[in-house]
């Protein structure tokens, strides 16, 4: 089956450095890749829309600029959280658009937990 | 917009027996998906079941089944058979037909008891 790998699965990092998470789909082409959010007892809010080779799209509320999400391949989406702060620390999971295989219009990673002290 | 509501922040059940979680949605699409994910303590996001809403037959999945009422836009999950591996977040989730973005309902904590 469609597999999405994520990585790193969890980090941990001093308030206002950046950290970068990186989302593979493996075994199909991921035109569009989607990160989400979820905090501790919640539900997964969509962040933004990765579009290969083109801008992200945020929803309302997500800071672009804070957020930085580069979809340079097929395969392959990044989500920088730049200056990060404790306000921050989520579980982020990311997931791919895989044109409908297997009954799944998304495939999603395994999430990445980010704590920052 | 979609909106996906699960008025059922935490049930529990016993081992062996049945247990119906809710969901209702809201959208003024024709055609689109509705799905039933489960998401264990490791926080994976695990397909339970999906429904496609141009379909009219209730879709089942081993001892998981909805019961889709497109009218009332209503979404139910019934476990039969509970067993205590399906303990677990379980969350409601709409996509357009277009499947450009996934709507997520606050979610149900399934707790099954032996």
């Known amino acids: 089956g469609a597999v999405v790998s994520q990585h790193p699965s969890w980090v941990i990092c001093k308030s206002g450095t950046s950290v970068k998470i990186e989302c593979r789909s493996l075994d199909f082409q991921a035109t569009t890749m989607f990160w989400y959010r979820q905090f501790p007892k919640q539900s997964l809010m969509l962040m933004a829309t990765s579009n290969e080779g083109s801008k992200a799209t945020y929803e309302q509320g997500v800071e672009k600029d804070k957020f930085l999400i580069n979809h340079a391949s097929l395969t392959l989406s990044t989500l920088t959280v730049t200056s990060a702060h404790p306000e921050d620390s989520s579980f982020y999971i990311c997931?791919?658009?895989?044109?409908?295989?297997?009954?799944?219009?998304?495939?999603f990673g395994d999430g990445t937990r980010l704590s920052i002290l | 917009a979609q909106t996906v509501t699960q008025s059922q922040p935490e049930m529990s059940v016993q081992e062996a027996e049945t247990v119906t979680l809710s969901c209702t949605y809201d959208?003024?699409?024709?055609?689109?998906?509705l799905f039933w994910y489960k998401q264990p303590p490791s926080r994976q996001m695990i397909l339970v079941i999906r429904?496609?809403?141009?379909?009219?037959q209730n879709a089942t999945e081993n001892r998981f089944s909805v019961n889709f009422q497109k009218a009332a836009k209503s979404f139910s999950l019934k476990i039969s058979d509970s067993q205590l591996g399906d303990t677990a977040m379980y969350f409601c989730?709409?996509?357009?037909?277009?499947?450009?973005?996934?709507?997520f309902g606050a979610g149900t904590r399934l707790t099954v008891k032996p």
């Open positions: 989730a709409f996509a357009s037909h277009n499947n450009n973005d996934m709507r």
């Open positions: 429904q496609e809403a141009y379909k009219q």
């Open positions: 959208t003024s699409e024709s055609n689109y998906y």
């Open positions: 997931s791919a658009r895989s044109e409908d295989r297997d009954g799944q219009p998304q495939h």
